[in-house]
């Protein structure tokens, strides 16, 4: 499995981006994360690509950015909407071969498979 992250970018406070995930369709659960300068990896957003279920939030994105999936183009998004500076980060998917249970979905350990990473720069 290979995934591909694109759509980062240069963007002003309030505004808006769509970062996409290709590659993402042979994984059960797909997410993204983000590093910001000098911090830890943090968990943004995950969904489970099969077996339904809903898509789970960090809660500093919970109403601003929306994670989905289309299944004929193996391709996930991540659509983020009302950009604060603090959303700046380089922001990365990541699929797990498996159905992740919300107890561990936002454990980075848990995904073995991790696109190269997309620069997201919230100016303010």
């Known amino acids: 499995v290979q995934l591909q992250a694109s759509g980062g970018g240069l963007v002003q406070a309030g505004g808006s981006l769509r970062l996409s995930c290709a590659g993402s369709?042979?994984?059960?659960?797909i997410g993204w994360f983000r590093r910001a300068p000098g911090k830890e990896r943090q968990f943004v957003a995950a969904?489970?690509?099969?077996?339904?279920?809903?898509?789970y939030y960090t809660d500093a994105v919970k109403g601003r950015f929306t994670i989905s999936r289309d299944n004929a183009k193996n391709t996930m998004y991540l659509q983020m909407m009302s950009l604060k500076p603090e959303d700046t980060a380089v922001y990365y998917c990541?699929?797990?071969?498996?159905?992740?249970?919300?107890?561990?979905?936002?454990?980075?350990?848990?995904?073995?498979?991790w696109g190269q990473g997309t620069q997201v720069t919230v100016s303010s």
């Open positions: 969904i489970n690509w099969r077996g339904g279920g809903s898509p």
């Open positions: 369709g042979r994984t059960f659960t």
């Open positions: 990541a699929g797990a071969d498996r159905l992740l249970w919300y107890t561990v979905i936002t454990d980075p350990l848990r995904y073995g498979y």
